[in-house]
């Protein structure tokens, strides 16, 4: 295992913080990385598969697409594109909303659904990605809600 020091040959820092972030925004993008090798190989991205997910927490329920950005992990995704690329596949069905001819309601497919069943039965390939016992999994995340906390008071915006 290399130290962050290490991966990015850097030796100093200018401070324990500067160093911690340093390190979680290179350990996200090292992650994202390793998430689009897996899921390249069911011909999706990362964000297809949040969207497939957020759709199946929704099944047999509709959604927007509108409300399916907000449920994303990367709330800078283009909606629209993404599911237009999902529906060609043939992993989500739109539907235009009956109360709002102007927008879309968004089902999983029969097939989204078996594909997340076959991802589901790999998932722990990538949970074993960070290589951390179930007590350290649960400290790292409740480390990164506390950080979130703090950056997201009233006082900082």
Not at 19 to 24: R, T
Not at 125 to 145: C, G, K, N, V, W
């Amino acid at each position: 295992m290399k130290s962050i020091e290490e991966a990015i040959q850097q030796k100093k820092f200018r401070s324990v913080y500067q160093k911690a972030v340093i390190n979680l925004i290179y350990t996200a993008n090292w992650l994202q990385n390793k998430h689009q090798s897996f899921f390249k190989a069911y011909g999706i991205t990362g964000q297809q598969f949040n969207i497939l997910r957020v759709l199946r927490g929704q099944h047999p329920e509709r959604i927007s697409a509108t409300e399916i950005k907000c449920r994303m992990l990367d709330q800078n995704s283009d909606v629209s594109r993404l599911l237009d690329r999902l529906e060609a596949k043939g992993l989500i069905v739109r539907r235009t909303c009956e109360r709002d001819k102007r927008a879309a309601d968004v089902f999983i497919s029969q097939r989204g659904m078996e594909l997340l069943r076959e991802l589901d039965k790999k998932e722990k390939e990538i949970e074993r990605l960070l290589a951390l016992t179930e007590q350290e999994a649960t400290a790292l995340s409740d480390l990164l809600d506390k950080a979130r906390a703090i950056s997201d008071s009233p006082a900082d915006h």
